[in-house]
């Protein structure tokens, strides 16, 4: 059973060879051939895969996977109600403002805000921010078709796991610690390969599924402020100097003590400049 292990371990290394793999000659018991088989394996159930599907008659063409972004930038005639009405859209719309970032320059009051939105409704959505502008700076549409990126990454995802199968069963066939931990070592980088094949398809679901929009609104007037108005200052002034007021009165109670044995010691003090001198 031994010299059969290494039999069929001989022939995915030749196997890996014939294919045109990467495999390069690594000492007695390295895992380096394993994962070279799992590539070339990978590659030869891929076409395997496309051919199969290509063969089928009546095969459906795979959904389209678009991501759309969009740029906007725009001036609006009151900021405050600008920005309220924009929230109010996104709520409408199901969207989801993921980022803000509100500045001032100078007269310039700015916010960059990142909205997430369903693709069905990214136009109008769109629609609705452009009729807020007081003029509109520029927008821009973005669409990238990941279609193929998607399925090479599927396609990439079902080879791998048939690889670990064939790993698995090798495993089983193993009878010494060397050939478990060469086995074993290719499977967990075969694994850990999946794991990040999944991540990608992950984010790049993520990503078709929520269009973005970037949107910047900014108000220009030399009335424009961000702050509290002179009056709430005041307010605040009288509020902030009452607080202190109270504070020190506590301050005093609390050092009684001190302040009992100052006062003894300054009519002690008067007490001997005013006591006559002796003859």
């Not at 495999?23 to 007695?28: F, G, L, N």
Request: contains cysteine.
């Amino acid at each position: 059973m031994k010299t059969k292990f290494w039999i069929v371990l001989a022939l995915l290394m030749a196997g890996s060879l014939a294919c045109g793999g990467n495999y390069q000659a690594s000492p007695a018991g390295s895992s380096e051939a394993y994962y070279d088989y799992a590539t070339d394996s990978e590659a030869q159930m891929a076409k395997q895969a496309s051919a199969e599907e290509g063969s089928q008659p009546g095969s459906l063409t795979p959904e389209k996977k678009v991501i759309r972004t969009a740029d906007m930038r725009m001036e609006v005639k009151d900021y405050r109600e600008a920005l309220s009405a924009i929230r109010k859209l996104v709520a409408t719309y199901e969207a989801e403002l993921t980022n803000e970032n509100e500045q001032q320059y100078g007269e310039r009051l700015e916010n960059n805000l990142v909205i997430r939105v369903l693709p069905q409704r990214f136009d109008s959505l769109l629609s609705e921010f452009g009729q807020l502008a007081a003029h509109v700076d520029f927008k821009s549409i973005n669409t990238e078709d990941v279609t193929r990126q998607y399925i090479d990454l599927e396609t990439r995802l079902a080879s791998k796991r048939a690889v670990v199968e064939r790993y698995r069963e090798l495993l089983k066939q193993a009878k010494n610690v060397q050939e478990v931990l060469a086995v074993e070592e290719n499977l967990r980088k075969v694994v850990e390969e999946i794991e990040s094949i999944e991540g990608q398809l992950r984010y790049l679901s993520r990503e078709v599924n929520y269009s973005t929009i970037h949107l910047t609104i900014y108000e220009k007037g030399s009335q424009l402020s961000t702050g509290p108005s002179f009056w709430a200052r005041i307010g605040e002034g009288f509020e902030n100097g009452w607080k202190l007021l109270k504070e020190m009165a506590v301050g005093t109670v609390t050092i009684w003590p001190v302040l009992l044995l100052l006062g003894a010691f300054l009519f002690w003090i008067i007490r001997r400049k005013r006591k006559p001198k002796a003859n």
